[in-house]
């Protein structure tokens, strides 16, 4: 909300200057945005254009000749409205330009010497305003300051309320709460009540079927008035505000919603029939609002109407067609207090952020629905003339007080320091609370109209606090219990972070750099990779984001491409972070992604990636977290990620617990840069978390006698899974059998289709004595035997 | 027999050599199984026991020096031998390594390590929740209703799909809806924080559609707002790691927090950064306050014997604070260089 100085102090007595006041402002919780002072803007003068010509290099650009009152200069002016004899406001050489943060510089502007520059009101910070330099209208003197010219004497706040703090959308709020800060003293409304109200109003009320939307409405009806521009204060009021005055009837509506925070509206009695209604809207109900935008209601939505149309948006907005214009005769004003949720509801539906529901949403005071009708009627009269009806209204208003059982030792307990029950009423009685039946323990409190907020203790705790001062709260750090240091230690979700770290630290020293990238992707590779519909975003900001991903994979070809654009060739990346599977299922993964495309160093051969490197990475990435590759189930992955022939996923029971391989030809048909591309995909999620930690590993025992080695090879069908023989060899003698390598594969046609050659080393060694010839020949002739039982596997000699 | 000639004699023979090969034909010569020294020992058996001792000694001690000799000159001709090979072995060294780009871990990744690590040695543990969370989870559970204001001041993605109670899944606009999955699982005491991605309608130098946040929450029977204060404080001076740190808290308005409060800190521009801990400017780090004893009973919690405080900060907010980092979206573009640049080494994580 914005207001100036001087309209402050229309409300509010204080000797306090405006840095004061605005520091005052922040620590009550209305916070300072900024203090516009424009003291500094007496160095911008008043200047005029004697003459000016084509720049001989540009189109737009005009050479200006301009007298600032000591001086002529040549300024260079891009601004459609030069014309001679035109007065602006000038900044010269070395001046610091507000609305651009940049400091004027005398130069060349395409090759004619520039000495100034001559302001549009967004330079000076002053509007949006940029379509062309500022025109004086009045006839200032060259070398008048800016400050007297634009009538800029007047600092101004603008400050953010909180949604609880409807009570300040209003001047009089904020001086009221500054008040009981200690800042000044709440000046009375000054203004006469009219009290000849003479006749009857011929338009009348009557609330219906409105959903309990409206509480109450009272309204006067104006006789004869003329309307016309407003007087000079008023336009000056709203101007500071950045409003743009009407006609005096429309402004003096907006003056009492920013000057009490108390929204009310005019209507043309004259294009109105004579019974109003507050009623709910029919369905498709249309309606051209003021702001020239015309809008379909809903049977949701809450209108005034005559016996025809509606006029009115309830609590939201006027009606073109009932709106009060210059030609208006006669007046009917409308107070109202409607429903806070309906309002909300119906301004969001139609997308509407008028200064009246900003108010209606937030919770009016309803003691200043009198007072509202009162004051409006004095201005309308006073500036309009004409005669006042008597008041005529509708439904019931409800203006008892909310009462609260407050109990002073809770300050303490929440806040954690003492503060004498003596204290905390004064601050308080300060805000306007009624206090009865006080002892040492308690009091009954009645809370102030304006502080719909204010329901329970804790309310008022926050009250005391925020007017004692949030900086008289002592600190303390409480210090870590045992029992909060036994959790840590236990948390799965801390072991995890662990073992997050763990991955992170492998992959960096692999020289694969981490990244983030957003949890979105795009249409296309959502259809690609088969996600979810689900996730589709409602309101998302682009195709690009559209979707939830359920994969990474394509943010991070995204990502390599884009590097490789850059020129790198040979990229590595990895995320961890979250997939989506469904809205309830989310996974945090890692995924990485090796992209080379470049081999042409001769020398430092870059690593040639292909399956078994990136097998071999994964077998290392496990292995950090303290488990081994070999004890999961490996088989040819069928996600459509990956090369069919050239993936591989490893599970834990129906636990996924990593895939990898090379990128699908299909997906890197998108990216047709990164075709030699391998990714990782590890679940580390699914692995047992607490395991995670250091277990020591009891199968590298430490033997003295001497070990043997000795190598098989056998020919397997094509498909025989090598992890399965792996395991079995291990197994046929756990106790002589320490290591199973494979070291060779190898297919022809001699060997047939359906088959391969593996070999594979064994090392034999006992832990109590060396092997003879005799012992190696039982145990080599197992092998042999078993294997080849086992997998119908023929040995190779 | 003259003893010394013959070992003059072997001495010459022995250095005369020039090859391996060379030597270990003289070797033969004399130490062989024909050899000159094997034969002179061989007729020792001819003499008479007394000249067997006298000259049996003086032979050996011939072969052995000529023993010696050989073992020399066979390691002076190997050393000669490997030493001209190697000449032929020189490679390169200046050839230059390829530029390859260093890889780096995330800021925000040290970050998140710094801030567990933190609050960790304060006491709280790591709590999560899921990005797509439910409306009343994000919101209703947190004291925001339907058509309160305060869902506007967050621009909330919604999903495609709608939860039991028939509302539209929405990403979750801030960590707070971690403090209800929390309460409704664990009993007080609790003390947890929890970090992760937030996400908002939102994007521009300053805003980015998704963000990280971390929540605090710790309920217990008497943590108050001075807890709240020193905890705060202690934590950004270790994450800021500024001794001197001016803060200010200020009254503000959390729907799911009474009294709130947001906390700013003192800066300061010299040569043109941003030098924090000190000055007469502020900086908003977060927001906080005691949980609103309505929401601790939206968990069942029981609030005549529980209260405690929440907060909630941007981590990269933080992150460029610290860094000096200018824009958010960098964060998230990808760009290797951005990494390289801002990213840390294996070593400073």
New interface residues.
């Given amino acids: 909300m914005k207001f100036s100085y001087s309209w402050l102090c229309d409300h509010l007595e204080t000797d306090k200057n405006a840095t004061e006041i605005g520091d005052a402002l922040?620590?009550?919780?209305l916070?300072l945005e900024s203090l516009t002072d424009y003291s500094s803007y007496s160095k911008f003068v008043v200047a005029t254009i004697k003459d000016f010509h084509k720049h001989p290099n540009a189109d737009r650009l005009n050479i200006c000749t301009v007298d600032d009152g000591t001086k002529t200069y040549q300024v260079i002016c891009g601004a459609n409205n030069v014309k001679k004899g035109l007065k602006g406001i000038f900044a010269k050489d070395g001046m610091y330009i507000p609305g651009t943060q940049i400091y004027l510089k005398k130069g060349k502007i395409r090759g004619e010497i520039s000495e100034g520059m001559l302001l549009s009101e967004r330079e000076l910070n002053l509007s949006d305003d940029h379509d062309g330099i500022i025109e004086l209208s009045d006839n200032f003197e060259n070398g008048t300051s800016a400050i007297d010219a634009l009538k800029l004497n007047d600092p101004v706040f603008e400050i953010g309320i909180?949604?609880?703090?409807g009570d300040c959308l209003g001047v009089r709020g904020v001086a009221r709460d500054l008040s009981a800060k200690g800042i000044g003293k709440l000046k009375p409304l000054k203004y006469e009540k009219i009290t000849k109200l003479d006749f009857e109003s011929p338009i009348s009320w009557n609330i219906e079927n409105d959903n309990n939307s409206c509480e109450y409405v009272i309204s006067r009806y104006f006789k004869d008035v003329k309307n016309s521009v407003s007087p000079e204060w008023l336009q000056k009021k709203l101007i500071s505000l950045g409003l743009r005055p009407i006609n005096a009837l429309v402004d003096i509506t907006n003056f009492i919603t920013h000057d009490l925070g108390r929204p009310l509206h005019v209507f043309d009695a004259d294009k109105v029939g004579n019974k109003l209604h507050m009623r709910l809207a029919k369905p498709n109900e249309k309606i051209l609002a003021l702001d020239n935008k015309e809008y379909t209601l809903d049977s949701n939505s809450t209108v005034i109407a005559d016996n025809n149309n509606a006029l009115a948006i309830a609590g939201i907005i006027g009606g073109e067609s009932s709106g009060c214009t210059e030609d208006t005769k006669n007046v009917f004003l409308e107070v109202a207090i409607f429903e806070?949720?309906s309002v909300?509801?119906t301004g969001?539906a139609l997308g509407i952020n008028s200064d009246a529901r900003y108010r209606f949403?937030?919770g009016l005071d309803k003691k200043m629905v009198i007072e509202g009708l009162n004051y409006a009627s004095y201005l309308i009269n006073k500036i309009c003339g004409g005669s006042v009806s008597k008041n005529i209204d509708s439904g019931k208003l409800d203006t008892n007080e909310h009462k609260i059982k407050y109990k002073f030792d809770y300050f303490e307990?929440?806040?954690?320091?003492k503060l004498e029950p003596k204290k905390q009423i004064n601050i308080l009685k300060d805000l306007k609370f009624q206090i009865n039946q006080i002892n040492d323990k308690e009091c009954d409190l009645l809370v102030p109209s304006w502080r719909n907020d204010i329901e329970?203790n804790?309310?008022v705790?926050?009250e005391v606090?925020?007017i004692h001062g949030?900086?008289n709260?002592?600190?303390?750090?409480?210090?870590?219990?045992d029992?909060?240091?036994v959790?840590?230690n236990n948390?799965s979700?801390?072991k995890k972070?662990k073992a997050i770290?763990k991955l992170?630290?492998i992959?960096?020293?692999?020289?694969?750099?981490?990244?983030?990238?957003?949890?979105?992707h795009s249409a296309k590779a959502h259809e690609t990779l088969s996600g979810d519909?689900?996730?589709?975003?409602?309101?998302?900001?682009s195709d690009d984001?559209s979707f939830?991903r359920n994969s990474m994979i394509f943010?991070?070809l995204?990502?390599a491409e884009?590097?490789y654009k850059?020129g790198?060739k040979?990229?590595?990346?990895f995320e961890i972070?979250?997939i989506?599977n469904?809205?309830?299922s989310?996974e945090n993964i890692l995924s990485m992604l090796i992209s080379s495309q470049d081999n042409t160093?001769t020398?430092?051969k870059?690593e040639d990636f292909n399956f078994y490197s990136i097998s071999n990475l994964v077998s290392r990435l496990i292995s950090s977290l303290n488990f081994d590759t070999k004890q999961f189930n490996i088989s040819r992955s069928t996600s459509n990620t990956f090369h069919p022939g050239q993936s591989a996923e490893l599970n834990m029971g129906k636990k996924l617990i990593a895939r990898y391989g090379k990128v699908h030809p299909l997906i890197i048909e998108e990216f047709p840069k990164l075709k030699n591309s391998y990714a990782i995909e590890l679940f580390f999620e699914n692995l047992p978390i607490d395991s995670i930690s250091r277990t020591n590993s009891s199968n590298i025992l430490d033997s003295q006698f001497q070990f043997s080695e000795k190598d098989f090879s056998f020919v397997f069908e094509k498909e025989q899974n090598l992890f399965e023989v792996q395991r079995y060899v291990n197994g046929i003698d756990k106790n002589l059998i320490k290591n199973v390598e494979f070291f060779d594969l190898y297919e022809s046609k001699d060997l047939g289709e359906n088959s391969k050659s593996v070999t594979f080393r064994v090392t034999i060694q006992s832990k109590d004595k060396t092997l003879d010839e005799k012992d190696l020949e039982q145990i080599h002739n197992n092998i042999l035997e078993k294997v080849s039982n086992k997998f119908k596997a023929n040995i190779r000699t | 027999m003259d003893i010394k000639k013959v070992l003059n004699e072997a001495t010459k023979q022995i250095e005369r050599c020039s090859s391996q090969q060379e030597l270990q034909n003289v070797k033969v010569a004399y130490l062989g199984k024909k050899g000159k020294i094997t034969e002179l020992l061989k007729s020792l058996k001819d003499l008479s026991l007394e000249e067997k001792k006298s000259t049996g000694a003086k032979l050996n001690s011939l072969r052995k020096d000529i023993d010696d000799l050989f073992k020399n000159k066979f390691n002076g001709l190997k050393v000669k031998e490997i030493n001209s090979k190697l000449k032929n072995e020189f490679l390169d060294i200046s050839f230059p390594p390829p530029n390859s780009i260093p890889s780096k871990v995330h800021p925000i990744s040290k970050t998140f390590d710094e801030v567990i690590s933190i609050f960790g040695s304060m006491g709280y543990s790591v709590a999560e929740g899921p990005d797509i969370e439910t409306d009343y989870f994000n919101f209703s559970a947190l004291n925001i209703p339907e058509n309160h204001p305060a869902r506007e001041m967050q621009d909330t993605f919604y999903i495609d799909d709608t939860d039991k109670d028939n509302k539209p899944y929405v990403l979750r606009t801030h960590t707070s809806p971690v403090q209800i999955r929390t309460l409704l699982n664990e009993k007080p005491p609790v003390k947890i924080i929890a970090p992760g991605r937030t996400y908002r309608c939102d994007s521009d130098s300053t805003h980015s559609p998704m963000f990280h946040q971390v929540e605090g929450l710790f309920i217990n029977e008497n943590t108050n707002m001075g807890d709240l204060k020193g905890t705060l404080i202690e934590f950004c001076k270790q994450f800021f790691n500024v001794q001197n740190l001016k803060v200010r808290f200020r009254p503000s308005y959390f729907p799911f927090t009474e009294p709130s409060a947001e906390m700013d800190i003192a800066y300061e521009i010299v040569n043109n950064k941003i030098h924090l801990g000190t000055g007469d400017l502020w900086l908003e780090i977060l927001g906080c306050g005691m949980v609103n004893p309505t929401v601790l009973e939206n968990c069942n919690v029981d609030t005549k014997i529980y209260q405690g405080f929440a907060f909630g900060m941007g981590l990269d907010r933080i992150t460029m604070l610290k860094y000096g980092l200018t824009d958010i979206r960098s964060f998230f573009s990808g760009n290797l260089n951005w990494i390289a640049n801002n990213g840390f080494s294996i070593g400073d994580y």
């Fill in positions: 922040t620590n009550l919780g916070e909180t949604p609880n703090r806070k949720d909300a509801k969001r949403e937030r307990k929440v806040i954690g320091i329970n804790i309310d705790v926050e606090i925020r949030y900086e709260i002592t600190e303390s750090i409480p210090s870590p219990s029992d909060e240091i959790k840590i948390s979700i801390n972070f770290k992170k630290k992959l960096i020293s692999n020289g694969v750099s981490e990244i983030i990238t957003f949890s979105f519909k689900s996730l589709k975003i409602s309101n998302a900001i984001q939830m943010n991070h995204e990502t884009m590097n850059k790198y040979n990229i590595q990346i972070g979250p989506y469904t809205s309830q989310q160093n020398i430092f870059s």
